[in-house]
């Protein structure tokens, strides 16, 4: 079982010399990744820092640890321009880089920075998006015209050091927005679901992946919500997701933030050894 550090951007999180140590001590204490919530806004306050800008503070400050997002609304951004962002991070960090890829949920944001839309139209924008970005990262001049998206004659250089491109893992739930993991998806991370649920929906995924002639493998990956502070309950709940499928287990770390190292230390001592 691998682990993900998943840190919550928002007020109380945002001090430069916290995220620093949060995550050279994710690295030191073994997790495989260090994933930022991707929000300018958030139910309970704007307070909050752009989630590429954290990664690429931490590209120069890390050497193993991979540095991705959890997730990304894809509609948010212009797909070119996030593109480019993805692939300057990875450039920095040597590789390392994930794009966690949602469809977004918190309208609020999307008024004030993009545009929200229906559900259905994000996700036709998503589709468009994530077609115009891989095509991107191949270095390649691009011309597409979509129906929510344009680009007439954009490259990409540097492109990013992960070859094909950088995995994207997606947060997903929905048909069609699973329609697009079978076909783009490093790995599946849904968020706050049951083992029983989770290694059906897992299974499912995977045969779709298979209907479609993609014979890369699709890895199993969870957000839980649920804060432990004693070791045999957090085990226990790790040991049945694997049991369920799940090779990288997520935890919000939203501890108080003075606690957060100490607690990663803890959890490094007390829980990886025994799942």
Known sequence: MEHLLIYPVKKGYLDKDLISEV???????????????DHYMLPDGPETLDAWSILGYLAGQTDTIKLGTVVTPIPFRP???????VASVDHLSGGRTI?????GWHQPEFDGFSNWGTPGQRVTRTSEALELITRLWTGEKVSFEGKAYNSDGAIISPVPTQ????PMWFGVRGPRMLDLAARYADAWIPTNISPELYEDGLKKLREKRSELGINTSLKGALQNFDVYTESEPCVATINSYAAAGCEYY????????????????????????NV
């Open 79 to 85: 797909p070119a321009q996030l593109a480019k962002i």
């Open 99 to 103: 794009l966690g890829v949602g469809a």
């Open 250 to 273: 997520g935890s919000i770390w939203s501890y108080p933030p003075d606690e957060m190292v100490s607690r990663i230390e803890w959890f490094s001592k007390e829980v990886m050894p």
């Open 23 to 37: 995550g050279k001590a994710a690295e030191q204490a073994g997790f495989y990744a260090f994933l930022s919530w």
């Open 163 to 166: 070859k094909p491109f950088p």
